[in-house]
């Protein structure tokens, strides 16, 4: 029997061995990068700054300098150009490194970008539609176009009436599959639950006019159909966060309360549930925030209408995200003034979305139980 | 051992004393509990029944009383073929860059400040749909319309980029992208889950071995994450495959069917159809469009499951 064969190095990258040791070293190389065949600590940062600067100067000869422009090329060229200075001075595969760690960051970017000029726009476009009218006042027979009061009232009802269905229906399942459930019916609720989250808002909207329909005939418009709709769309939502926050709840609680001789409903309602509460809250919110903002279900149940209504179950009632849609798809004879009410409207519902998410993250971190 | 026997003594006691009430207030908090439970498998029956009843006629009537005056697979397959492209598009694009931001977030950027980043990732996702459509038709569209007469004039010979191209951005390709942008918080939450929980001995051995940060996130993150992946992507496609209001407003259609990306005549996609035509509708045309969304409703159920198939199955091994 001889030796075993020592390990084949053959097919790995010949600068493997003299560059192990730079890249074993790192930590420790990286602050003297003069000797040590390193690029300097600042190096990504002065190769995309030069990067920028250079795309600058050449659309700005070429005569078509924007920002955008400048950011996509700019990121493009210091992709390169690290790739270039990192391979002459620590070679091929921590220049690869380097390359694509600025390529990630770069995507990071990216992705980002979108969420900044949406808020940029949002408010710049926003702010003008904004007046004491716009809160105050519906557009009923209103030349000027009126307010949106109308839609912020319908709003609010048709969402509160979506939360009162979702969450003692959502919170009582989540209790169920967290506390109760075994067998087929949980892991039915489970799957159905995550497949329930994939349905689309439209087709939640035509589940319960199809339904409404049965029952009121055709052409059915009223503001609790959107409710029914919204709720199809909550519920799972709900479910998934709150099932997330019984499940941190730790066992001892349940068990000391048990030892104590607590019935199970009271240990669930008095321990269980008190001690996830800011967590349930938060849940709530967040699964409010999602559906506050919905509008293809609503738009083919609760229908368009230009006066107040209060009463869910009296006609078509408007709602602020059907309301920016109206007021951007059939603008009135100034459309200028139209957009900026779409906008308003728009800026009014990311508003209330944005205060929700803050609210809630607030919420859970000012009110949370600390489990240990 | 006697603070031990209290205990149990006094919880026999109470048990004891206040038996009946306790079991009828069990038995009601968990029949409650119970009846929720089925209540939601009945809603998402409820949803298909309640689609096919209002659906069916359509599916049973002759060709001359639908819209269009053709047949009902004639009239949804335009739109079927608009959906599928436009989800196709959006997640094609949404993939790479979710993948980006969640190395970015569990590999790349400082740890404390994963979570905030995190956040602002989530923020995309609560954005409402309308004002994507908004933000795609006012600032979106218009912007992309110069890059989009660059693509026609140097990449015209490739048939989706044939143009002519649009003056107003009203395109399938700015619709791909708001849809990139609305479904990639939910393609990177996923992948996030997943890459950052590579067990860490993976990568400290690869890193030990000489690998650097690339070739170990390649190694090791990459393949670990990769069922993960690609349900993430499975979702997201379901997203943007139901999503309607974003491409409503967008998308300026003439049920062609057509890869062209760049022109003004696109095909449109069965959740906007029924957005602009349901509120005129009525009679039959109504039940049309109900059953074109059993149509969607079907198509995304298949995608939801394949998607929570994978996922599933890889939580197994």
């Known amino acids: 029997m001889s030796a075993p064969p020592p390990p084949d190095f053959s097919g790995l990258d010949p600068e493997l061995a003299t560059e192990a040791a730079g890249v074993g070293g790192r930590g420790t190389l990286l602050g003297s990068s003069a000797s040590s065949g390193l690029l300097p600590g600042w190096a990504p940062y002065g190769v995309f700054a030069a990067a920028l600067a250079f795309c600058a100067a050449v659309l700005a000869a070429l005569g078509i300098f924007t920002i955008a422009l400048m950011l996509v090329f700019g990121a493009v060229v210091a992709v390169f150009g690290i790739y270039a200075w990192s391979r002459a001075v620590e070679g091929s595969r921590r220049a690869k490194d380097r390359a694509i760690t600025m390529a990630i960051v770069a995507a990071f970017g990216v992705a980002m970008a979108p969420l900044i000029s949406l808020l940029y726009e949002v408010i710049k476009r926003g702010v003008p539609g904004l007046s004491a009218e716009f809160f105050t006042e519906d557009a009923r027979g209103k030349i000027s176009g009126g307010g949106a009061e109308h839609a912020i009232v319908g709003t609010l009802v048709i969402t509160g009436i979506a939360v009162a269905i979702s969450v003692p229906i959502g919170l009582m399942a989540a209790i169920y599959m967290n506390e109760y459930g075994t067998g087929k019916l949980r892991r039915a609720l489970t799957f159905f639950v995550d497949v329930m989250t994939g349905i689309p808002s439209i087709v939640a909207g035509l589940f319960a006019y199809a339904l409404f329909e049965i029952f009121f005939g055709p052409g059915i418009r009223m503001g609790v159909m959107g409710s029914v709709a919204l709720s199809v769309l909550m519920i799972p939502i709900v479910i998934r966060a709150s099932e997330e926050v019984l499940k941190i709840v730790p066992n001892h609680l349940r068990e000391a309360s048990y030892a104590l001789g607590t019935p199970k409903w009271k240990t669930i309602s008095k321990i269980v549930l008190p001690t996830a509460f800011a967590g349930l809250v938060t849940a709530v919110m967040i699964a409010t925030a999602r559906i506050i903002g919905e509008t293809a279900p609503l738009l083919v149940t609760t229908g368009v209408v230009d006066s107040l209504n209060t009463d869910p179950f009296g006609g078509r009632m408007q709602n602020l995200a059907v309301y920016a849609f109206n007021e951007y798809r059939s603008p009135g004879i100034d459309k200028a003034a139209s957009y900026d009410r779409a906008w308003a409207a728009a800026l009014t519902l990311i508003a209330i979305v944005m205060i929700l998410n803050v609210i809630a993250r607030l919420v859970y971190r000012r009110y949370k139980t600390e489990i240990r | ?317």
């Open chain 2, 1 to 317: 051992m006697a603070s031990v026997d209290t205990t149990t003594n006094a919880g026999q006691l109470l048990a004891a004393a206040s038996g009946g009430r306790r079991r009828r207030g069990d038995r009601i908090f968990s029949n409650i509990a119970v009846i929720s439970a089925v209540t939601i498998l009945a809603l998402l029956a409820g949803v298909a029944l309640f689609l096919v009843t209002e659906g069916w006629p359509a599916l049973t009537a002759s060709a001359s009383e639908l819209p269009g005056k053709e047949a009902f697979l004639d009239y949804v397959a335009p739109l079927a073929f608009g959906t599928v492209l436009a989800g196709a598009l959006a997640t094609v694009i949404a993939v790479p860059l979710a993948v980006a931001v969640a190395l970015f977030i569990t590999h790349i950027a400082p740890p404390r400040l994963a979570l905030t980043l995190g956040f602002f990732v989530d923020l995309l996702a609560a954005i409402p749909s309308i004002i994507y459509g908004l933000w795609g038709i006012f600032v979106l569209g218009p912007a992309a319309v110069p890059v989009m007469k660059w693509l026609e004039e140097k990449l015209g010979f490739i048939p989706i980029f044939e143009g002519p191209a649009s003056a107003t951005g009203r395109t399938m390709l700015v619709a791909g992208l708001v849809l990139a942008v609305m479904i990639l918080p939910i393609v990177s939450a996923i992948a996030r889950e997943a890459f950052s929980q590579t067990p860490r001995k993976l990568q400290e051995g690869a890193q030990a071995l000489g690998a650097t940060r690339w070739e170990m996130i390649k190694m090791t993150v990459l393949p670990f994450g990769k069922s993960s992946v690609i349900s993430g992507s499975m979702l997201g496609l379901g997203r943007a495959l139901g999503e309607t209001m974003a491409v409503t407003i967008i998308l300026s259609v003439s049920g062609v069917i057509s890869f062209n990306l760049i022109s003004q005549a696109n095909p449109s996609t069965i959740a906007a159809n029924i957005a602009l035509n349901f509120p005129d509708s009525s009679g039959i045309k109504i039940n049309a469009l109900i059953a074109t969304g059993l149509v969607l409703f079907a198509i995304t159920l298949v995608t939801n499951f394949i998607a929570r198939a994978i996922i599933s199955r890889s939580n197994v091994q």
